[in-house]
C-alpha cells in the first residue's frame, strides 16, 4: 500500500465515554438546581418556543449562573475536570492507538457530541482527540461566555462525518461540500468507527453503517440495560454493541481490535482496486468520446446472451463507419465464439454488417466468418 491506513473511531461522550451528563456532574448543582428539575425547564423552553434542546439547555446554563457563579470557559473546563469517566477511558486511547501501531493502522479520536466542548476540554482525557466536535459557547474579553458559538444536535451531528472523511476538520472550511474522488478522501467511511449509546447518535450511526463503516452501541455494565441497543440493533442502526467498560481486553477492546486487523485487508483489496481504475484511466484518456462509444457497443455483442439482443446491437453497430483493425478483428472473434451471433450470422442485418467488416481484412478469423456467410 501507498500510505499507511487511517482508522477513526468518532465517540458522543454522555453515557458513551461517561456514565452521566457532564452538566448533572457538578455543575447543575452548583447553581442550586436539582438535576431533574434542571432538565424539566430546559426542555419546557425548549416546547414553549419551538426551540432547539441544546441551544435551551445553554440558554438555562448561562442565565441561571447570574449571581451564582461566573459562567467562563475557565469554570466549565475546571467543571470538566470533575467529570467521571467509565472504567479504562483514562489509558484507552493509548492503547488503542498501540495496538493499531502494531498493525500499520494509524488510529485517531474525535468526540462528536450535545454536550459543551469546553467541558470536555477539562477532562483528563481532552488531548487524546484530534478534534473535539460539540457545542460551545462565544466568550468576550474577559472570558465570560456571552452567546451561543457553536451548537450540536442529533442531525447536524452527521456534517462532522464528512469532514472526518474528507480531511477539513474546521467547522467554517466550505471544502467539505467539494467533490472528492473516491480514492481522496482522507479516511473513507469504511475506516470509521462511531460509538453512542442512544438515539441522539442514529443519524451518524445510519450513515457510518450505510457506507461501509462500524457502528457500535454502548450500555452501562453497571445497570446491564440493554433495552436501547437491541432497539438500535433490530432497526439495523448498529452492527455491534458492548458495554462502556473500556478496561483493557474488555469486549469493547477486543472488537476494536478485530476492526482495525479487518482495516488492513480491506485497504488492500482497496488498493488494487484503485489500481485496476488507474489503469483504465490511464488506457482511455486520450480516447474520444466516439471511440470508448463503439467499444461500448463491441462489449455488448460480447456480452448478448439472446438472438434479439444481437440483432438490436447489431442495429446500433451499422450506424458506425468507421473502424480500427483491432476492433475488426475483435468483432470478428465474436461472430466466431458467441453463439447467440454465430448461429444467425447469415440473417440479413449480421450479413451485411459482417460482409463490410470482413472487407479487406486478410486473417483466420475474417476467412471463417466469410465461409459462414457463404455457406
Not at 441522539?200 to 457510518?208: A, E, G, N, R, Y
Given at each position: 500500500?501507498?500510505?499507511?491506513?487511517?482508522?477513526?473511531?468518532?465517540?458522543?461522550?454522555?453515557?458513551?465515554?461517561?456514565?452521566?451528563?457532564m452538566?448533572?456532574?457538578?455543575y447543575?448543582?452548583?447553581?442550586?438546581?436539582?438535576?431533574?428539575?434542571?432538565?424539566?425547564?430546559?426542555?419546557?423552553l425548549?416546547?414553549?418556543?419551538d426551540?432547539?434542546?441544546?441551544?435551551?439547555?445553554?440558554y438555562?446554563?448561562?442565565?441561571?449562573?447570574?449571581?451564582?457563579?461566573?459562567?467562563?470557559?475557565?469554570?466549565?473546563?475546571?467543571?470538566g475536570?470533575?467529570?467521571?469517566?467509565?472504567?479504562?477511558?483514562?489509558?484507552?486511547?493509548?492503547?488503542?492507538?498501540?495496538?493499531?501501531?502494531?498493525?500499520?493502522?494509524?488510529?485517531?479520536?474525535?468526540i462528536?457530541?450535545?454536550?459543551?466542548?469546553?467541558?470536555?476540554?477539562?477532562?483528563?482525557?481532552?488531548?487524546?482527540?484530534?478534534?473535539?466536535?460539540?457545542s460551545?459557547f462565544?466568550?468576550?474579553?474577559?472570558?465570560?461566555?456571552?452567546?451561543?458559538?457553536?451548537?450540536?444536535?442529533y442531525?447536524?451531528?452527521t456534517?462532522?462525518?464528512?469532514?472526518?472523511?474528507?480531511?477539513?476538520?474546521?467547522?467554517?472550511?466550505?471544502?467539505?461540500?467539494s467533490?472528492?474522488?473516491?480514492?481522496?478522501?482522507?479516511?473513507?467511511?469504511?475506516?470509521?468507527?462511531?460509538?453512542?449509546?442512544?438515539?441522539?447518535?442514529?443519524?451518524c450511526?445510519?450513515?457510518?453503517n450505510?457506507?461501509?463503516?462500524?457502528?457500535?452501541?454502548?450500555y452501562?455494565?453497571?445497570?446491564?440495560?440493554?433495552?436501547?441497543?437491541?432497539?438500535?440493533?433490530?432497526?439495523?442502526?448498529?452492527?455491534?454493541?458492548?458495554?462502556?467498560?473500556?478496561?483493557?481486553?474488555?469486549?469493547?477492546?477486543?472488537?476494536?481490535?478485530?476492526?482495525?486487523?479487518?482495516?488492513?485487508?480491506?485497504?488492500?483489496?482497496?488498493?488494487?482496486?484503485?489500481?485496476?481504475?488507474?489503469?483504465?484511466?490511464?488506457?482511455?484518456?486520450?480516447?474520444?468520446?466516439?471511440?470508448?462509444?463503439?467499444?461500448?457497443?463491441?462489449?455488448k455483442?460480447?456480452?448478448s446472451?439472446?438472438?434479439?439482443?444481437?440483432?438490436?446491437?447489431?442495429e446500433?453497430?451499422?450506424?458506425?463507419?468507421v473502424?480500427?483493425?483491432?476492433?475488426?478483428?475483435?468483432?470478428?472473434?465474436?461472430?466466431?465464439?458467441?453463439?447467440?451471433?454465430?448461429?444467425?450470422?447469415?440473417?440479413?442485418?449480421?450479413?451485411?454488417?459482417?460482409?463490410?467488416?470482413?472487407?479487406?481484412?486478410?486473417?483466420e478469423d475474417?476467412?471463417?466468418?466469410?465461409?459462414?456467410?457463404?455457406?
Amino acid at each position: 500500500m501507498k500510505k499507511k491506513p487511517i482508522l477513526a473511531i468518532c465517540y458522543d461522550f454522555d453515557k458513551t465515554l461517561s456514565p452521566d451528563d457532564m452538566q448533572a456532574q457538578g455543575y447543575i448543582q452548583s447553581i442550586g438546581f436539582e438535576v431533574s428539575e434542571f432538565w424539566k425547564e430546559s426542555n419546557n423552553l425548549a416546547t414553549d418556543n419551538d426551540m432547539d434542546q441544546n441551544l435551551a439547555y445553554m440558554y438555562m446554563m448561562a442565565s441561571k449562573s447570574r449571581g451564582k457563579r461566573l459562567f467562563t470557559r475557565e469554570n466549565l473546563r475546571g467543571d470538566g475536570a470533575k467529570v467521571e469517566l467509565f472504567p479504562g477511558v483514562d489509558t484507552w486511547f493509548d492503547r488503542i492507538n498501540q495496538y493499531g501501531d502494531s498493525k500499520g493502522v494509524e488510529v485517531e479520536h474525535y468526540i462528536i457530541s450535545s454536550g459543551l466542548k469546553e467541558m470536555i476540554e477539562g477532562t483528563k482525557v481532552a488531548d487524546k482527540f484530534k478534534k473535539i466536535y460539540a457545542s460551545s459557547f462565544y466568550y468576550d474579553v474577559d472570558g465570560v461566555a456571552v452567546w451561543p458559538a457553536q451548537v450540536v444536535n442529533y442531525t447536524n451531528k452527521t456534517q462532522f462525518l464528512f469532514r472526518i472523511e474528507k480531511g477539513v476538520l474546521d467547522v467554517n472550511n466550505q471544502g467539505v461540500n467539494s467533490y472528492f474522488a473516491p480514492d481522496e478522501y482522507r479516511i473513507p467511511f469504511r475506516n470509521i468507527v462511531y460509538i453512542g449509546d442512544s438515539d441522539t447518535d442514529i443519524p451518524c450511526m445510519k450513515l457510518v453503517n450505510i457506507n461501509g463503516g462500524h457502528s457500535i452501541g454502548v450500555y452501562n455494565s453497571e445497570t446491564k440495560d440493554k433495552s436501547k441497543v437491541f432497539r438500535m440493533l433490530d432497526e439495523n442502526r448498529i452492527k455491534y454493541f458492548v458495554p462502556a467498560d473500556y478496561t483493557k481486553g474488555a469486549k469493547l477492546e477486543q472488537l476494536i481490535h478485530q476492526i482495525i486487523d479487518r482495516t488492513i485487508s480491506n485497504e488492500v483489496l482497496e488498493e488494487a482496486h484503485f489500481c485496476c481504475v488507474s489503469e483504465k484511466e490511464n488506457e482511455t484518456r486520450n480516447q474520444s468520446k466516439e471511440e470508448l462509444e463503439k467499444e461500448e457497443l463491441i462489449d455488448k455483442l460480447s456480452d448478448s446472451t439472446s438472438f434479439a439482443n444481437t440483432h438490436a446491437v447489431i442495429e446500433q453497430l451499422t450506424g458506425v463507419k468507421v473502424w480500427s483493425g483491432a476492433q475488426k478483428n475483435k468483432l470478428l472473434r465474436i461472430a466466431l465464439e458467441n453463439t447467440q451471433v454465430t448461429y444467425i450470422l447469415k440473417d440479413y442485418d449480421l450479413k451485411a454488417f459482417y460482409t463490410i467488416i470482413c472487407d479487406g481484412v486478410d486473417t483466420e478469423d475474417a476467412d471463417g466468418v466469410r465461409e459462414i456467410l457463404n455457406s
